[in-house]
């Protein structure tokens, strides 16, 4: 068997029946044409195939049978220009941070590793724009911004890509007051399934031109085409900032505080909810002395007098729900400290019980529900006897539970996706829905019918289609393509 080659490719789900695929050998023609053209850019070793080949999932799939280094959009182009010749399925990768999947290569095919396309194009302060390449980093574009006066608010937990943060309609600890992706790009340049270069959008701050091109491909996961560079909004960097945690015996108190403070209009930055398991895990990962109950890790924005209004008005929200104490983190590196350990929450749970891996749930339902749905989900956690960890962006009703498991019991496999379809499903019954940030993916396909139903899944399949009728952008997600 050649070296670029996959034997048949089973994925194994949290499903009852794996994936099964056998898929077709890259031609000959192309693997001489990509290594030709790109040299060492090209790859189809088998550590750099693994390294492209998992994501943060608990999936576990074959690699991807070639991996190519691009540095520009025309190398993607071309990339993908011979990828539809030869009917070869491309998977956009960027740092390999997804949590659903998105990055396995399903049906084979080719890594397209833009992690090399990191160009801050233009910062436009006037404009409050900045373009920059798909490969370019969270924290490497507040970098490039910080001697701007002027950030980039969206922080999903890992440092992920800018391209995948847009592919996947990311989110995170600001979006409460911020938004999400969707709400902060502006603009796109994309590679189509056919090889030809578009651009979506543009820096005015709205546009009623024609359909809305740049929403369609900010949350496609790679299925509609591969992002190349992105127009963003940024934000002017607050004149003041001030952190606090606060500490309640119950999670029903802290819940409760947040609906209150959200339903008051008060304009938090952050709130974010996180049960007295993670408390634990997170002291032990980053040497921090928390007190271990469930707490309300906060953020206050604006001006000086702006901030302590929304800090007075907060404080007596929390002692109506017998919070105690604010405690304070005013510099900088203290605060730093304290959202860098809540990013890291995911990795300090996986440390606290060595070998196991996460089946993780994003769900996210009106405000008003959030403490009924939160509340018996995490009474059904308590009752299954699996470790898991609770954390949530609960300021915008999006929280996840992260049930620790071993990935070769299937026991345990099922325990815990059985608590994921119950959790989904109450979620769905508060007219919530099964993601608030990670996407569908592999995981979420079923999930995503229930949600929005056959029809409505039907007429995405329609459009993917229609943008690629060869099937070849990152098959396999989403939905099922069996019928394409």
């Known amino acids: 068997m050649n070296s670029y080659t996959n034997p048949q490719v089973l994925v194994s789900q949290a499903k009852d029946q794996p994936i099964s695929v056998t898929p077709k050998d890259l031609p000959l023609e192309l693997i001489e044409t990509l290594r030709q053209e790109f040299g060492e850019a090209f790859s189809v070793a088998l550590a750099i195939r693994e390294q492209h080949g998992q994501d943060e999932s608990s999936f576990i799939a074959p690699p991807p049978q070639a991996v190519v280094f691009a540095t520009s959009t025309k190398e993607v182009q071309r990339v993908v220009e011979l990828a539809a010749q030869y009917c070869t399925p491309v998977i956009a990768f960027g740092v390999g941070s997804s949590l659903e999947g998105h990055l396995l290569a399903v049906r084979g095919g080719i890594s397209l590793d833009v992690s090399r396309m990191k160009e801050v194009l233009a910062i436009n302060t006037e404009d409050l724009t900045v373009t920059v390449q798909a490969g370019l980093t969270r924290k490497e574009l507040n970098e490039a911004l910080k001697h701007t006066g002027f950030f980039f608010p969206i922080d999903p937990g890992a440092d992920a890509t800018i391209g995948g943060m847009s592919a996947t309609r990311a989110s995170g600890t600001n979006a409460v007051r911020y938004g999400t992706m969707r709400e902060n790009v502006l603009a796109l340049e994309v590679v189509t399934a056919q090889g030809k270069i ?3 959008g543009t820096r005015a701050k709205k546009s009623s031109a024609g359909y809305d091109l740049t929403r369609l491909f900010v949350g496609s996961e790679g299925t509609l085409g591969v992002i190349t560079e992105i127009t963003l909004k940024i934000h002017p960097q607050p004149e003041s900032i001030m952190a606090a945690i606060c500490s309640f015996d119950t999670i029903a108190q802290a819940v409760n505080s947040t609906i209150e403070i959200i339903q008051m209009g008060i304009p938090i930055a952050r709130v974010e909810l996180i049960d007295v398991n993670s408390v634990r895990m997170v002291n032990q990962y ?52 304290l959202w860098g350990a809540r990013h890291h929450a995911y990795f300090a749970a996986l440390q606290s019980h060595p070998g196991t891996r996460a ?57 815990a996706e059985m608590l994921n379809t119950k959790l989904v499903q109450r979620a769905l019954s508060m007219n919530g829905t099964c993601s608030g940030e990670h996407g569908i993916g592999l995981h979420k396909m079923d999930f995503l019918v229930s949600e929005i139903g056959e029809d409505a899944v039907d007429l995405m399949r329609h459009i993917k289609s229609a943008l690629d009728p060869l099937n070849i952008m990152n098959p396999g997600k989403i939905f099922t393509d069996k019928d394409l």
């Open 198 to 200: 578009i651009r979506t």
């Open 286 to 337: 980053a040497k921090l002395s928390l007190k271990e109950d469930p707490l309300l890790l906060m953020e206050f924005h604006g001006s000086p007098l702006s901030v302590q209004e929304q800090i007075s008005a907060v404080q007596a929200i929390t002692q109506d729900h017998q919070g105690c104490e604010f405690e304070w983190a005013k510099t900088p590196e203290e605060r730093n400290k």
């Open 359 to 415: 089946i993780s749930t994003d769900t996210c339902v009106p405000i008003s529900r959030l403490a009924d749905c939160l509340l018996d989900s995490i009474q059904e956690a308590d009752e299954s006897g699996l470790p898991y960890f609770l954390v949530g962006h609960v300021g915008d009703g999006n929280f996840h539970f992260g049930y620790l498991i071993d990935p070769k019991n299937d026991m345990e496999r099922s325990k």
